[in-house]
Each structure stands twice: as structure tokens, then as C-alpha cells.
């Protein structure tokens, strides 16, 4: 199934489409994507729905990070009296955190190999690792 990001991405290069839909064959959607070469940062935010997930690669200055946390919705009623509403509050719970002294290459690796292993999709063809490649070709790309 390709994600609804991937299909409504109309000022993206083939290779990016070609990722997220990748990534949504494994039950991933692409949320944001930001390479900087100059600065030598990158940043990469994956969302996975049905448990509320999100994983993101963060490069920059020295440092590489893999963060995941987890949505958590409570519901609650705001208002006062005669003017109450039911309403989600939408939050986000830190799962953890993993830094790379490795560097960009070990903390990508991490990315790929967690994304695969989380996976919820049994697609054998699909990777992430090449889904990855395809990112990171586009973000080299004059």
C-alpha cells in the first residue's frame, strides 16, 4: 500500500516518491526529510500509525541521533459548565534514545536495520536500507 504522503508529494523528485513508497510497503510513512550538505546536517522523521511510532535520524555538528517515541492520546473534557466538550490531547512519550560516536554511517545503519526489524508488513522486498539509499542519493543530487 503506498502512503497517502507518497501519492500527494507533487514537488519531489522520483527518487524520494520512490523511498516513501518503499517505506510505506513497510508500514512506514515518510514524514519529513531534510539534507543539508553545506551545513553537513540531515534529519529524517518516520511515523508508523497503527501504534502511534515515530523514529527520527537527526545528524548535525559532530553528533548522530536515533530517537523513538510513542503517541500517547488521553481523552479528557474541556470547558466550563454548560459548555463541555470531550476532546484527545495528543503527547508524546520518550521509548529512547541512541547517539552514534560512529558517526552518519552507524546511526543509518541503526535507522535501517530497526525500521526492517519493526516492521509490522512481511514484504521480503522491500528494505529499508535501499529505501534509505534512495534519500540520501536524492539529498546528494545537484
Do not use: K
Request: proline content about 4%; glycine content about 10%; aromatic content about 4%.
Amino acid at each position: 500500500m503506498i502512503s497517502v504522503a507518497a501519492q500527494e508529494m507533487p514537488l519531489v523528485s522520483d527518487r524520494m516518491r520512490l523511498a516513501a513508497e518503499a517505506l510505506g510497503r513497510l508500514g512506514w510513512d515518510l514524514r519529513s526529510v531534510e539534507i543539508d550538505l553545506v551545513a553537513g546536517r540531515a534529519r529524517i522523521a518516520l511515523s508508523r500509525d497503527n501504534d502511534g511510532r515515530l523514529v527520527t535520524f537527526d545528524a548535525g555538528h559532530g553528533r548522530v541521533s536515533v530517537t523513538r517515541e510513542e503517541r500517547v492520546i488521553t481523552h479528557a473534557t474541556v470547558g466550563r459548565r454548560g459548555d463541555r466538550c470531550p476532546v484527545e490531547r495528543v503527547s508524546y512519550r520518550l521509548l529512547g534514545r541512541e547517539r552514534f560516536p560512529g558517526g552518519v554511517r552507524a546511526g543509518l545503519r541503526y535507522l535501517a536495520n530497526y525500521l526492517d526489524d519493526n516492521s509490522p508488513s512481511f514484504d521480503t522486498l522491500a528494505s529499508a536500507r535501499g529505501a534509505l539509499r534512495l534519500l540520501l542519493a536524492d539529498g546528494a543530487a545537484p
